[in-house]
């Protein structure tokens, strides 16, 4: 499942686990608000009040059917005049009627009299009628006894009964409102979810995106495609963005460096062997040549002088070769720095001193000593002003000393033809010059004593002169550490950007 599913997915569980307990609050906080609509209290009054109404009518019930039974067994059945014996009288309102066929009898002044049938007594309360009455069949005859109920209890009952009716109206509403309250609370909550997940949408889709292209790339890096990763957006993810790419590049750095420092190891093995091939020979030759003009007697001028002229070529060529043994030995070797207060105008001094007017020396900012291998620098920066100086002829030759910040720049240019854009890098490679003579080893010596030194050189464009412009940059705080290259002798080493050892 992808990220941006599983984040919505949390977030709406993480809304949705509190709805429980906090319905069952709310729920508890509405009933007891609403109990005041309909107390329980109230209920259970009502409720007494009409089971005591009801125990009541029974009762009277209850005395109807005896007083009823004392009728049948007291007097004679109609038409049948009765006999008063003082053992039954009828109640105040109480009416006695017996159906003898389909005769009805009502009895009436200590005698029967025909009748027509009792009207049917309207009922209210629940089946609580306006007069009670008593039935009962004996010998074929149906007796029927009725008595009224009391005024005062029909209005209590009435009462009761409408107030009971209000409570259960009530009861209702209360239970629609509590269950209206509950689902609007249910909605709002689940709505507001639903917003939480809309937002959520919109916020973090566009970020696990931007995360899944980042992850996109990182997998194409690890298969050893160039990319790069967008810097899209704001925020942490372009942030990881920016670093990741800054990681990549200087991965990409460590790699050239590893590269270079491979080539340099390769290129300084065959300056070695180069020196040591050549070096050899070389006194031999020269002892050779000389021992033959020596020994000669010069009896032949002519030969004399032929023999004279190839001694000086020989000796000429030989001492051009020790001095490309010289730089292979040079290149080839790389001891170690010998670090030392100095100060940069002296070391300017000395090359303005030794080139005079052909060179123009400016030096910017503070006269501090700082902390350098003053003769390895001082040889790097002879090594450009002398190709400076080559390549302007009768041109100009500038060396500016620079302070920005942590860093001092000597800043070396011409106003010659300046170096083919196509060269770029490679021109600090070795064996590659522009220049008729030479081997090329001059500007990666250069570049090495700027390494080592915690430092860089860069070619540009002189705007000010329109030749080449070499910026060797090395800290004024000094040399922060250095490792060996592979393949150097005496331990030296390459420095990497920021004074990381590669």
């Not at 002398?386 to 860093?407: H, I, S, W, Y």
């Given at each position: 499942?992808?990220?941006?599913?599983?984040?919505i997915?949390?977030?709406?569980?993480?809304?949705?686990l509190?709805?429980i307990?906090m319905m069952?609050v709310?729920?508890?906080?509405?009933?007891?608000?609403?109990?005041?609509?309909?107390?329980?209290?109230?209920?259970?009054?009502?409720?007494?009040?009409?089971?005591?109404?009801?125990?009541?009518?029974?009762?009277?019930?209850?005395?109807?059917?005896?007083?009823?039974?004392?009728?049948?067994?007291?007097?004679?059945?109609?038409?049948?005049k009765?006999?008063?014996?003082?053992?039954?009288?009828?109640?105040?309102?109480?009416?006695l009627?017996v159906?003898?066929?389909?005769?009805?009898?009502?009895?009436?002044?200590?005698?029967?009299?025909?009748?027509?049938?009792?009207?049917?007594?309207?009922e209210?309360?629940?089946?609580?009628?306006?007069?009670?009455?008593?039935?009962?069949?004996?010998?074929?005859?149906?007796?029927?006894?009725?008595?009224?109920?009391?005024?005062e209890?029909?209005?209590?009952?009435?009462?009761?009964?409408?107030?009971?009716?209000?409570?259960?109206?009530?009861?209702?509403?209360?239970?629609?409102?509590?269950?209206?309250?509950?689902?609007?609370?249910?909605?709002?909550?689940?709505?507001i979810?639903?917003?939480?997940?809309?937002?959520a949408?919109?916020?973090?889709?566009?970020?696990?995106?931007?995360i899944?292209?980042?992850?996109d790339?990182?997998?194409?890096?690890g298969?050893?495609r160039?990319?790069?990763?967008?810097?899209e957006g704001?925020?942490?993810?372009?942030?990881?963005?920016?670093?990741?790419?800054?990681?990549?590049?200087?991965?990409?750095?460590s790699?050239?460096?590893?590269?270079?420092?491979?080539?340099?190891?390769?290129?300084?093995?065959?300056?070695?062997?180069?020196?040591h091939?050549?070096?050899?020979?070389?006194?031999?030759?020269?002892?050779?040549?000389?021992?033959?003009?020596?020994?000669?007697?010069?009896?032949?001028?002519?030969?004399?002088e032929?023999?004279?002229?190839?001694?000086?070529?020989?000796?000429?060529?030989v001492?051009?070769?020790?001095?490309?043994?010289?730089?292979?030995?040079?290149?080839?070797?790389e001891?170690?720095?010998e670090?030392?207060?100095?100060?940069?105008?002296?070391?300017?001094?000395?090359?303005?001193?030794?080139?005079?007017?052909?060179?123009d020396?400016?030096?910017?900012g503070?006269n501090?000593e700082i902390?350098?291998?003053r003769?390895?620098?001082?040889?790097?920066?002879?090594?450009?002003?002398?190709?400076?100086?080559?390549?302007?002829g009768?041109?100009?030759?500038r060396?500016t000393?620079?302070?920005?910040g942590?860093?001092?720049?000597?800043?070396?240019?011409?106003?010659g033809?300046?170096?083919?854009?196509e060269?770029?890098?490679a021109?600090?490679?070795?064996?590659?010059?522009?220049k008729?003579?030479?081997?090329?080893?001059?500007?990666p010596?250069?570049?090495?004593?700027?390494r080592?030194?915690?430092?860089?050189?860069?070619?540009?464009?002189?705007e000010?002169?329109?030749?080449a412009?070499?910026?060797?940059?090395?800290?004024?705080?000094?040399?922060?550490?250095?490792?060996?290259?592979?393949?150097a002798?005496?331990?030296?080493?390459?420095?990497?950007?920021?004074?990381?050892?590669v």
């Amino acid at each position: 499942m992808k990220l941006r599913w599983r984040l919505i997915i949390a977030l709406a569980i993480a809304g949705i686990l509190p709805l429980i307990p906090m319905m069952l609050v709310v729920r508890s906080a509405v009933e007891l608000s609403a109990s005041s609509l309909a107390p329980a209290e109230v209920a259970g009054a009502l409720d007494s009040g009409v089971f005591l109404t009801r125990s009541l009518l029974a009762e009277i019930r209850d005395e109807m059917n005896r007083h009823l039974d004392r009728a049948i067994q007291t007097l004679p059945p109609p038409p049948s005049k009765p006999v008063r014996t003082g053992r039954f009288e009828l109640h105040d309102g109480e009416s006695l009627y017996v159906k003898s066929s389909s005769t009805w009898y009502r009895y009436a002044g200590g005698g029967w009299a025909v009748s027509t049938p009792p009207a049917p007594k309207e009922e209210e309360f629940g089946g609580i009628p306006q007069a009670l009455g008593a039935d009962s069949t004996v010998a074929g005859l149906s007796w029927h006894l009725f008595h009224p109920i009391p005024e005062e209890i029909r209005t209590q009952a009435l009462a009761l009964q409408r107030a009971r009716s209000q409570w259960t109206l009530r009861s209702y509403e209360r239970d629609r409102l509590l269950m209206s309250l509950v689902l609007t609370y249910l909605l709002a909550h689940l709505a507001i979810v639903g917003l939480a997940v809309g937002a959520a949408l919109i916020v973090i889709v566009p970020v696990t995106r931007r995360i899944e292209r980042l992850a996109d790339v990182m997998d194409a890096v690890g298969e050893g495609r160039d990319l790069r990763a967008r810097e899209e957006g704001g925020g942490e993810v372009r942030r990881l963005a920016s670093t990741f790419n800054l990681m990549i590049d200087r991965l990409e750095q460590s790699r050239k460096r590893a590269s270079e420092m491979e080539r340099m190891a390769g290129w300084r093995e065959l300056a070695r062997v180069l020196a040591h091939e050549i070096k050899n020979p070389l006194t031999p030759i020269q002892l050779s040549v000389q021992q033959i003009s020596d020994s000669y007697d010069g009896s032949d001028e002519q030969f004399s002088e032929l023999l004279r002229t190839t001694r000086e070529v020989v000796d000429e060529e030989v001492e051009s070769l020790r001095k490309l043994v010289r730089e292979f030995s040079d290149f080839a070797r790389e001891p170690q720095l010998e670090i030392a207060a100095a100060a940069p105008k002296e070391i300017v001094d000395e090359l303005s001193a030794l080139y005079k007017e052909r060179l123009d020396c400016v030096i910017e900012g503070s006269n501090a000593e700082i902390p350098v291998d003053r003769e390895k620098l001082k040889r790097a920066l002879l090594n450009l002003v002398e190709n400076a100086c080559q390549a302007a002829g009768d041109g100009q030759v500038r060396l500016t000393v620079r302070e920005a910040g942590d860093v001092l720049r000597f800043i070396v240019e011409d106003s010659g033809p300046g170096v083919p854009a196509e060269l770029g890098d490679a021109i600090f490679e070795p064996y590659q010059t522009t220049k008729s003579s030479g081997i090329g080893l001059g500007l990666p010596v250069v570049r090495n004593v700027a390494r080592r030194h915690g430092g860089e050189i860069r070619m540009e464009t002189s705007e000010a002169l329109g030749g080449a412009k070499f910026i060797l940059e090395i800290p004024s705080t000094g040399v922060v550490a250095h490792t060996a290259e592979p393949g150097a002798e005496g331990g030296g080493g390459l420095l990497a950007d920021g004074g990381e050892s590669v």
